[in-house]
T-cell receptor, first 115, second 115 residues
Framework: AQSVAQPEDQVNVAEGNPLTVKCTYS??????LFWYVQYPNRGLQFLLK??????LVKGSYGFEAEFNKSQTSFHLKKPSALVSDSALYFC?????????????FGRGTSLIVHP | EAQVTQNPRYLITVTGKKLTVTCSQN?????MSWYRQDPGLGLRQIYY???????DKGDVPEGYKVSRKEKRNFPLILESPSPNQTSLYFC??????????????FGQGTRLTVV
């Protein structure tokens, strides 16, 4: 079975400061990992993904995420937060070892960037 | 333009009145799924489909039905809606491609209120 955990319901950060949104996962085989963002009254938008290769993945809007196999984590980061980054962020995992190819999502983390 | 289209975007209905939320994708994706999003619970998978005529239950299938007669369409059916099905619903599609094209594409969401 595949699962993903986002341990923080909410993350608060001041504009200009670095931000981290945490995600840990559990899969039987190797994971595909994703981050999505949801702005108010909108659907989910894809931010970035880890498939294989370099552990540091760069995505849209200046976001990046680091895959850490030993810690089974895929934390989302940005060096300098913007107020416009305030949104709901979802981590998702897909197990590549077979079974369901549909991703499992975390509960989401609300990011609030203060001016 | 690659997209997943859900209709309607907003729906208010009464308890027990059958309804269908449509979902269509134009990317020839094999995989489609339905999620509901509730405050504090994140995204929970209702049903998914690996291909035409292949559907399976997700985490919260009770009270819902789906069908996959064509590759592009994956309607969600509520035979007898109840107030606890008031929620924000998302349809998503993706491909089993083991290369780079693995992320899910989401519809804009359907906000359903059952009174």
């Amino acid at each position: 079975a595949q699962s993903v955990a986002q341990p923080e319901d909410q993350v608060n950060v001041a504009e200009g400061n670095p931000l981290t949104v945490k995600c840990t996962y559990s899969v039987s085989g190797n994971p595909y990992l994703f981050w999505y963002v949801q702005y108010p009254n909108r659907g989910l938008q894809f931010l970035l993904k880890y498939i294989t290769g370099d552990n540091l993945v760069k995505g849209s809007y200046g976001f990046e995420a680091e895959f850490n196999k030993s810690q089974t984590s895929f934390h989302l980061k940005k060096p300098s937060a913007l107020v416009s980054d305030s949104a709901l962020y979802f981590c998702a995992v897909r197990d590549t070892s077979g079974g369901s190819y549909i991703p499992t999502f975390g509960r989401g983390t609300s990011l609030i960037v203060h001016p | 333009e690659a997209q997943v289209t859900q209709n309607p975007r907003y729906l208010i209905t009464v308890t027990g009145k059958k309804l269908t939320v449509t979902c269509s994708q134009n990317m020839n994706h094999e995989y489609m799924s339905w999620y509901r999003q509730d405050p504090g619970l994140g995204l929970r998978q209702i049903y998914y489909s690996m291909n035409v005529e292949v559907t399976d239950k997700g985490d919260v299938p009770e009270g819902y039905k789906v069908s996959r007669k064509e590759k592009r369409n994956f309607p969600l059916i509520l035979e007898s809606p109840s107030p606890n099905q008031t929620s924000l619903y998302f349809c998503a599609s993706s491909t089993p491609d083991r290369g780079r094209n693995t992320e899910a594409f989401f519809g804009q969401g359907t906000r359903l209120t059952v009174v």
